[in-house]
């Protein structure tokens, strides 16, 4: 079962917007947040909040012994589970735990960010939306053409660069080329064949 089915079966109706993102039809972020509460507490799962996991280790029956602490008490204690996943984001801390296991990590790089760019042509147009425009990374050491480093969408100028979902879609599928890179890229006009 695929993911917009199992939240349809469970109430959350979701939407494709044209440019591919995925949201629920209410417009709430807390749909999906309710939703998987909801679930997570029908399937007898235990959520602690205030805890820090500070240690995770592979114990007899292919189950998990889980280090718990609170940073503000004297407080240790241990769970048994059956599954554990990892989902700590950009911590140092999910790393850590995750290679106590014997997972290898590849170096995170950052990703979904604005592009800074410092042109003062780009600062009067702070607040511009273009709702339609072919934005592409060009690296000159990648010799060759990876199509996701051409994004269609829309576009917004800030006072410090670009915005807007294309951008964010050509942080994510070029972050790699971009940290290789130092974040040094040729820019060239985003005005092309979507204007009139």
Request: charged content about 20%; proline content about 3%; aromatic content about 10%.
């Amino acid at each position: 079962m695929d993911t917009m089915s199992w939240f349809s079966e469970k109430g959350v109706e979701l939407k494709i917007e044209k440019d591919g993102r995925v949201f629920p039809v209410s417009n709430s972020s807390s749909s999906i947040i309710d939703c998987l509460i909801s679930e997570a507490k029908n399937r007898g799962v235990s959520l602690q909040t205030g805890k820090v996991v500070t240690n995770v280790s592979c114990i007899s029956g292919g189950k998990f012994s889980v280090k718990l602490e609170k940073r503000s008490i004297d407080y240790v204690e241990y769970l048994e589970a059956d599954y554990l996943l990892i989902a700590s984001g950009s911590s140092q801390q999910g790393y850590n735990l995750a290679t106590q296991l014997g997972h290898s990590i590849i170096e995170p790089v950052p990703s979904l960010f604005t592009f800074k760019i410092d042109d003062l042509r780009l600062t009067e147009l702070s607040g511009v939306t273009f709702p339609k425009v072919e934005a592409k990374l060009i690296f000159e050491a990648l010799r060759t053409n990876v199509p996701q480093l051409t994004q269609v969408g829309s576009m917004l100028v800030t006072h410090w660069g670009l915005s807007g979902p294309v951008i964010l879609r050509l942080s994510a599928w070029g972050a790699r080329y971009l940290a290789k890179s130092d974040y040094k890229v040729l820019c060239r006009s985003f005005i092309g064949r979507f204007c009139s």
